[in-house]
């Protein structure tokens, strides 16, 4: 059987993982476009703030290790048709324009998504990056230490846009963050959590500035950008702007070849084969069914991709395992706080469909006796439905890093337990690690006090 894989991140470098464990017997031909193999974006803020010193270290393979394994790697290697029929491939030497033909039996496509470019005037500027891959990384991390780049500028603040600010702030840059929404994080915490966060980066010398978007950019004689415009009239200077606002699917090349959605996402079934028999798709091009409401949605998560790459590389043959469904789990830190959530929040119960109600309980990590800074005050909310009583969310932070829990309540949505269940589930006790009653039993038991009023 001939494998080939396009696309070297997450969702790729998994499928070649499970091709080589579940049919070592294969062929497999892996087709980068880059000139480097599996790149990590996930990991860019640590080596942006200088924990990881060296930039080819941020990623899950080498060209020399995967060939070692047996798998033909081909780098600056664009894949650019595909024909079903024939099972064949067209592929472009980027570096000299050349195109060959190849042949598969079986085809993952782990073509990803590209950062979202805002269609404003100024567009066309220099000095407007995007915060995704190892080139961008590379003219970031020369931008932090570029004593020409005062102001930076960073448009949305989600994950990315939060990694981009509070990495260029440690470098000493003046940081404003422009988002449409009117609270940071907006997707993947309530207001109980982004006030504290929003305040923390206030203190930390940032500017929000919220419920806006960019109306224009503009530049000086040299092309470079000096100014942001907000649809409110501010105008902020800016030597540097990082534009974090979203991604969309890198898939209009495959539009004809296999099905779309009406929002460019590549359909596929629970085993991650689409509308062509023996081609399959994972990661960001493509939606993943959400535990909670039990629909398929746009969850761009690493761990997402990965899952969905073991899942076509097993089911290549037969379809033999469903895809599992994922709760949306993810973390990150601001500065000192560390937080995690998972499944529905209040902030996007609405939009997801569903009637829910939340319990915020705030206790310590560990018992009162014992001091800081082995002790911290925890905020956690757990989100459950009013009539089934089952667990549907749950968001934690702290200084203390007590992210952990999350992947419980992950597993509990996973499951359908319910705040009954949760209430009295078994958690170890020790006073120099945790509470007599976890706080996740805490908050369950409260839910049950709402419910039964």
């Known amino acids: 059987m001939k494998v080939a894989v396009i696309g070297s991140s997450h969702g790729g470098f998994e499928a070649v993982r499970g091709v080589l464990h579940d049919f070592p017997d294969a062929e497999i031909t892996w087709y980068e476009k880059g000139d480097f193999v599996s790149f990590l974006s996930c990991g860019m803020e640590l080596y942006l703030q200088g924990i990881v010193k060296d930039v080819n270290s941020v990623s899950y393979a080498t060209v020399p290790g995967m060939e070692a394994e047996g798998v033909s790697v081909k780098i600056n290697s664009e894949v650019t048709k595909i024909n079903p029929e024939k099972h064949t491939i067209e592929v472009k030497n980027v570096n000299n324009g050349e195109t060959v033909e190849d042949q598969y039996d079986k085809l993952v496509l782990s073509i ?42 960073v448009v ?89 606002a979203g991604i969309r699917p890198n898939t209009a090349w ?52 990965r899952r969905q790459g073991r899942s076509a590389a ?26 995690a959530s998972t499944g529905v929040k209040d902030v996007t119960a609405d939009q997801l ?9 705030k206790d310590t990590k560990v018992p009162a006796f014992v001091p800081e800074p082995r002790n911290a005050d925890v905020y956690f909310k757990l989100t459950f439905d009013a009539k089934t009583r089952e667990v549907k969310g749950a968001q934690i932070m702290s200084v203390q890093d007590v992210t952990a829990n999350i992947n419980a309540i992950s597993l509990a949505i996973q499951q359908h337990m319910t705040v009954d269940e949760l209430a009295y589930a078994d958690f170890f006790f020790q006073p120099g690690f945790d509470r007599p009653w976890n706080i996740m039993n805490i908050a369950a038991q409260k839910a049950q006090d709402e419910l039964d009023k």
Do not use: C
Not at 266 to 290: C, H, L, M, N, R
């Open 112 to 153: 990803g998504a590209v950062p979202f470019e805002l269609p404003v005037p100024g567009r066309e500027l220099d000095n407007i990056y995007a915060m995704r891959g190892r080139d961008w990384a590379i003219l970031l991390k020369k931008a932090e230490i570029d004593p020409e780049i005062k102001n930076v500028t």
């Open 156 to 244: 949305g603040s989600g994950y990315i846009g939060i990694e981009a600010a509070e990495s260029f702030a440690k470098a000493g840059k003046h940081v404003t963050v422009i988002d449409n929404n009117p609270t940071i994080l907006g997707t993947y915490l309530d207001s109980e959590f982004t006030d504290i966060l929003g305040n923390e980066l206030t203190k930390q010398g940032m500017e929000l500035r919220l419920s806006q978007s960019v109306k224009e950019y503009v530049g000086n004689a040299d092309n470079k950008i000096t100014d942001v415009i907000t649809t409110k009239g501010d105008k902020y200077p800016a030597d540097l702007v990082i534009e974090t």
């Open 254 to 305: 495959v539009k004809d070849v296999v099905d779309v959605d009406d929002h460019g996402f590549i359909v596929t079934d629970e085993y991650q084969e689409t509308s062509q028999p023996d081609i399959f798709a994972v990661g960001d091009a493509t939606k993943i069914e959400f535990a909670p409401t039990g629909k398929k949605q746009v969850i761009a998560l690493a761990s997402n991709a």
């Open 314 to 339: 097993y089911n290549l043959m037969e379809k033999r395992r469903k895809t599992t469904a994922v709760s949306g789990s993810s973390a990150l830190h601001v500065y000192d706080y560390k937080f």
């Open 353 to 361: 469909g569903v009637d829910v109600k939340s319990v915020l309980v």
